[in-house]
């Protein structure tokens, strides 16, 4: 009987102690997906192939050519970005190509519009398709924009570095994530 006297104020110390050290450490429910509700908040407002027009075709394109070597009548002439403003203006778009992979994972975003076709249909998968098969595979569809967001995040990271070879190698792995998508669900029957 003595013992459970003092059990109680010491646990109730060490819990007080503990709320009193570490108040942000006390672990808050966290949303995840499945608790999410059915109505999401956000508002998708352009479709995939805008997001593609608009936002990630212009960006990758200013990192895809932010460092090239070309042969000219001069020999090599290599060309990376050098002044603050350069850099500035690269790192921009490598935010913008970042958070276009965010928009990408937007729930309820079409693909294309009710009218819009497949431009190259037989090797491209119509819109109504590719939507039928993200809302089949909603994971694989996650993985792809996060991995196009990881990619964006090294170019960044060259680019905070000044390091043209690492931006080089950070396009190469845009490139890469950019077709990993593509493959999946614009065009899987080209698949091999
Ligand atoms: C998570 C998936 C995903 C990622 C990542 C992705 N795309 Fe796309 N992209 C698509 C889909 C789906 C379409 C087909 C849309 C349609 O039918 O109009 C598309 C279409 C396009 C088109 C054709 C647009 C048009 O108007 O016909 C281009 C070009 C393109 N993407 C470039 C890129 C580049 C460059 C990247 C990487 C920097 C990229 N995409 C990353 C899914 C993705």
Same mark, same amino acid.
């Given at each position: 009987?003595?013992?459970?006297?003092?059990?109680?104020?010491?646990?109730?110390?060490?819990? @007080?102690?503990?709320?009193?050290?570490? *108040?942000?450490?006390?672990?808050?429910?966290?949303?995840?997906?499945?608790? !999410?509700?059915? /109505?999401? $908040?956000?508002?998708?407002?352009?479709?995939?192939?805008?997001?593609?027009?608009?936002?990630?075709? *212009?960006?990758?394109?200013?990192?895809? %050519?932010?460092?090239? +070597?070309?042969?000219?009548? %001069?020999?090599?002439?290599?060309?990376?970005?050098?002044?603050?403003?350069?850099?500035?203006?690269?790192?921009?778009?490598?935010?913008?190509?970042?958070?276009?992979?965010?928009?990408?994972?937007?729930?309820?975003?079409?693909?294309?519009?009710?009218?819009?076709?497949?431009?190259?249909?037989?090797?491209?998968?119509?819109?109504? /398709?590719? #939507? $039928?098969?993200? $809302?089949?595979?909603?994971?694989?569809?996650?993985?792809?924009?996060?991995?196009?967001? #990881? +990619?964006?995040?090294? $170019?960044?990271?060259?680019?905070? !570095?000044?390091?043209?070879?690492?931006? +080089?190698?950070? @396009?190469?792995?845009?490139?890469?994530?950019?077709?990993?998508?593509?493959?999946?669900?614009?065009?899987?029957?080209?698949?091999?």
């Amino acid at each position: 009987m003595k013992t459970r006297i003092w059990i109680v104020p010491v646990a109730l110390l060490v819990l @007080g102690g503990s709320l009193i050290a570490h *108040p942000a450490q006390q672990p808050a429910p966290r949303p995840t997906t499945a608790a !999410a509700p059915a /109505q999401s $908040a956000f508002k998708p407002i352009a479709t995939v192939r805008e997001v593609m027009d608009h936002i990630i075709i *212009p960006s990758s394109e200013v990192l895809f %050519n932010a460092v090239t +070597s070309v042969a000219g009548p %001069n020999g090599v002439e290599d060309k990376a970005p050098s002044t603050d403003e350069d850099w500035a203006a690269v790192r921009k778009q490598a935010i913008l190509l970042a958070e276009g992979g965010n928009l990408l994972m937007v729930p309820g975003r079409h693909i294309a519009g009710p009218a819009d076709k497949s431009n190259n249909p037989g090797s491209e998968l119509e819109p109504a /398709q590719i #939507e $039928a098969l993200v $809302a089949k595979n909603r994971a694989a569809w996650t993985k792809a924009a996060q991995g196009m967001i #990881e +990619s964006s995040l090294l $170019a960044i990271k060259a680019i905070d !570095a000044r390091n043209p070879e690492e931006l +080089s190698n950070a @396009g190469g792995d845009i490139d890469a994530a950019c077709e990993s998508c593509h493959v999946t669900f614009w065009y899987p029957n080209e698949k091999k």
